[in-house]
């Protein structure tokens, strides 16, 4: 069975950082492109940072370039998301993704880890 768990979300103050972990299991991680999308409260969901399989590539969406870095370990099959100058707008369920390197159409999804930024 496939999970993928998320950990490390939860309440900051602007000007915060938080590291976010995707512990992936029932998969090879090294064969998967990882992917940290959010949702905020009345929004869709919307990609934030990716990386491949290999981890020698990443994308970031404009609203956290220079903010937020992606990485993994492989080992541990294990993506992190580090999030510095968190601001409210921030504020968001954060969801792990995994797609197969070579077939996108096998993908699983975390549940969710929460991220509230407000002073």
């Known amino acids: 069975q496939v999970q993928l768990v998320e950990s490390g979300g939860g309440l900051v103050q602007p000007g915060g950082s938080l590291r976010l972990s995707c512990v992936a299991s029932?998969?090879?991680?090294?064969?998967?492109?990882m992917y940290w999308y959010r949702q905020a409260p009345g929004k869709e969901r919307e990609l934030v940072a990716r990386?491949?399989?290999?981890?020698?590539?990443?994308n970031y969406a404009d609203s956290v370039k220079g903010r937020f870095t992606i990485s993994r370990d492989n080992v541990k099959n294990t993506v992190y998301l580090q999030m510095a100058s968190l601001k409210p707008e921030d504020t968001a369920m954060y969801y792990c993704?995994?797609?197969?390197?070579?077939?996108?159409?096998?993908?699983?999804w975390g549940k969710g880890t929460l991220v509230t930024v407000s002073s």
């Open positions: 993704n995994a797609r197969h390197y070579a077939n996108t159409a096998i993908n699983y």
């Open positions: 990386i491949n399989s290999s981890g020698g590539s990443t």
């Open positions: 029932g998969i090879t991680a090294s064969y998967y492109g």
